[in-house]
């Protein structure tokens, strides 16, 4: 096991619970959750997904945190997590970064502060899932591995000054709008 981290929990608001097929999407224009797509495959989330509320990502949207929890939660739940990791990925709309992150209320998680603190296994099939998800959709993702602590730190915080400047890596004006 690792140090702890001083730093606070983020707060993560869920889309999409662990175990579901259904890929929900937040519309920020309107303030609701829609069903985008059910998944082309036979695989499911692997951890509930969602976002952090504020921050902007490369991709214009905001930044994307999966969170082990031992039981799926729901879409709008908002949950405290503890960053681990991140899973460094590109898909069709550029990089795509997916902080991991465990669930700080649940007292299984309390000794997990780093990705060593986790499965081998755990992380293959998240990265599986990664590489897979949208194969059936012709849809090319390209999953690099995993980074630290330290640099999931580090792209939280960037994606939260992007979020209160309002541009997105290139210093073009974005924010998270309506779906589709």
């Known amino acids: 096991m690792t140090e702890r981290t001083a ?3 983020i707060e993560v608001t869920v889309e999409i619970p662990s175990g579901s097929r259904n890929k929900y999407e ?4 309107r303030h609701r959750f829609v069903l985008d797509r ?11 997904y969602g976002f952090i509320e504020g921050s902007l990502a490369d991709d214009g949207d905001p930044l994307d945190v999966l969170v082990i929890i031992s039981e799926p939660t729901f879409a709008g739940c908002v949950v405290r997590a503890r960053p681990v990791g991140v899973l460094d990925m590109k898909d069709d709309k550029g990089h795509d ?8 209320d649940d007292p299984r998680w309390d000794q997990t502060d780093a990705l060593e603190d986790l499965s081998p296994h755990r992380l293959r099939e998240i990265e599986n899932f990664f590489r897979t998800y949208k194969e059936l959709e012709g849809r090319q993702t390209d999953v690099s591995g995993w980074l630290g602590l330290e640099d999931a730190w580090r792209i939280i915080d960037s994606a939260l000054e992007a979020g ?4 997105d890596s290139e210093g073009e ?3 998270p709008g309506t779906w589709r």
Do not use: E, M, Q
């Not at 937040?26 to 224009?29: F, L, R, S, V």
């Not at 059910?38 to 509930?48: I, M, T």
């Not at 970064?97 to 700080?104: E, G």
């Open 173 to 175: 004006a974005a924010s």
């Open 26 to 29: 937040y519309d920020h224009a």
């Open 164 to 167: 209160v400047r309002g541009t």
């Open 97 to 104: 970064y997916k902080i991991l992150a465990v669930a700080n």
């Open 7 to 9: 730093r606070d929990p």
């Open 38 to 48: 059910v998944l082309y495959s036979s695989v499911h989330y692997p951890c509930d």
